[in-house]
């Protein structure tokens, strides 16, 4: 079957796309590590973020390791690394994922399969361009425990509840922070980031 294809301001969407060939660009795709894939039972959406994109992605990346070590956790950061399923027939690369409260289950492992290990527990999606495909139900169908969703103008925190997404006033992961509380740290960046870094962790220090 022939591929389609049809292109958005930072984004190509290719339809009829076989399981191998996605598993093919994604190796391809270490070589190029700006650009994001998605894959949705034969539509591949090819994504180059952009530079407030990746502003946002690795301030609320901070502020999950601040609030790790402020709680003298442990975890694994996988950052974008690529999940996804045969049997699905779907997979995507998070901007940022964690294993924190089962980070034991994968401690030192270099390959991770999710038919036998559990999922990561929490992934963060920044969503400004709105990628063409439903990837909430793709991180639905990986079992993804929580995501973070911030769209620039709000951050949304979504925690799975018998296979479905239900939107939450706060973080299971972290029980004291809420989504408007990063929102406030987030919306004080003019301030310069390690600064913001700063308050943030100090704010922490207050919860925990």
């Not at 984004?11 to 070589?31: A, G």
């Not at 949705?40 to 502003?55: A, C, F, S, W």
């Not at 492992?109 to 495909?133: C, G, H, Q, R």
Request: proline share 4%.
């Amino acid at each position: 079957m022939i591929a389609t294809l049809s292109t958005q301001k930072n984004s190509v969407i290719l339809n009829n796309i076989r399981w191998e060939t996605y598993q093919y660009l994604v190796q391809d795709s270490e070589e190029q590590p700006n650009k994001r894939l998605t894959y949705d039972r034969g539509i591949l959406e090819i994504m180059t973020p952009l530079p407030e994109h990746e502003v946002y992605k690795k301030l609320i990346d901070r502020f999950v390791l601040v609030m790790v070590e402020e709680m003298n956790k442990e975890m694994r950061s996988l950052g974008s690394c690529t999940w996804s399923c045969q049997d699905l027939k779907q997979g995507l690369e998070p901007d940022e994922c964690y294993y924190i409260n089962h980070e034991e289950a994968v401690r030192g492992k270099l390959n991770i399969d999710l038919n036998f290990d559990p999922p990561p527990d929490l992934a963060i999606e920044i969503d400004i361009t709105s990628s063409s495909l439903n990837r909430m139900s793709i991180y639905e169908a990986l079992g993804v425990a929580e995501v973070w969703r911030f769209d620039g103008q709000f951050l949304s925190i979504y925690q799975l509840v018998d296979g479905i997404y239900q939107m939450s006033d706060k973080s299971g992961v972290f029980p004291f922070i809420k989504g408007e509380d990063i929102m406030r740290f987030l919306q004080q960046l003019e301030g310069g980031e390690m600064a913001l870094i700063k308050a943030f962790r100090t704010w922490v220090r207050g919860k925990v």
